[in-house]
T-cell receptor, first 114, second 112 residues
Framework: GEEVAQTPKHLVRGEGQKAKLYCAPIKGHSYVFWYQQVLKNEFKFLISFQNENVFDETGMPKERFSAKCLPNSPCSLEIQATKLEDSAVYFCASSQTGSGYGYTFGSGTRLTVV | GENVEQHPSTLSVQEGDSAVIKCTYS??????FPWYKQELGKGPQLIIDIRSNVGEKKDQRIAVTLNKTAKHFSLHITETQPEDSAVYFC???????????FGPGTRLSVLP
């Protein structure tokens, strides 16, 4: 499709529970990026993929966050043992070639940890 | 690493006036500068971008200027309309496939 599809739109988890977010990039886009947007609007880069390979994971909290992009499946971002500070909107974006083109963002998943 | 600053954090203009948002970046290797508009409850949408080999780019009411020497780039919106009200983000990136570093955003309000 011509849009980045993120599911679910909203997710509520109790502290310590697992959260899993999904992202289907635009068909033909080789790069997928995950960002976390906290209440102050700040975008924090988490991880990027080139096809199914991790391209850059410098922003990922190592202990509880993991992500995958497997062939013929939506990409996923998983948070084990969620904490209150994980509450944020998580955006996925995809890019055709990564060679200086802007991303197309999905509409985000709002994660609320209570 | 790259650091992007953005000013002002909030901007109110009367409908029909112009709005200017300014960004600075720290990494002289950055060569691609997109601008995104984010409306409430939605993902950011690319509105215009500029590469380092160009000083200015215009698309209807929106223009972006880049000063590589000073490491400044700016978004200019002319004849503002209420539907221009949103949060605008500038960003910078270096090599292909690299993540963007975003500015902190500017909340633009266009008053009717």
């Amino acid at each position: 499709g011509e849009e980045v599809a993120q599911t679910p739109k909203h997710l509520v988890r109790g502290e310590g529970q697992k959260a899993k977010l999904y992202c289907a990039p635009i068909k033909g886009h080789s790069y997928v990026f995950w960002y976390q947007q906290v209440l102050k609007n700040e975008f924090k880069f988490l991880i990027s993929f080139q096809n199914e390979n991790v391209f850059d994971e410098t922003g990922m909290p190592k202990e509880r966050f993991s992500a995958k992009c497997l062939p013929n499946s939506p990409c996923s971002l998983e948070i084990q043992a969620t904490k209150l500070e994980d509450s944020a909107v998580y955006f996925c974006a995809s890019s055709q070639t990564g060679s200086g083109y802007g991303y197309t963002f999905g509409s985000g998943t709002r994660l609320t940890v209570v | 690493g790259e650091n992007v600053e953005q000013h002002p954090s909030t901007l109110s203009v009367q409908e029909g006036d112009s709005a200017v948002i300014k960004c600075t970046y720290s990494d002289s290797a950055s060569n691609y500068f997109p601008w995104y508009k984010q409306e409430l409850g939605k993902g950011p949408q690319l509105i215009i971008d500029i590469r380092s080999n160009v000083g200015e780019k215009k698309d209807q009411r929106i223009a972006v200027t880049l000063n590589k020497t000073a490491k400044h780039f700016s978004l200019h919106i002319t004849e503002t309309q209420p539907e221009d009200s949103a949060v605008y983000f500038c960003a910078a990136s270096t090599l292909s496939g690299q993540n963007f570093v975003f500015g902190p955003g500017t909340r633009l309000s266009v008053l009717p």
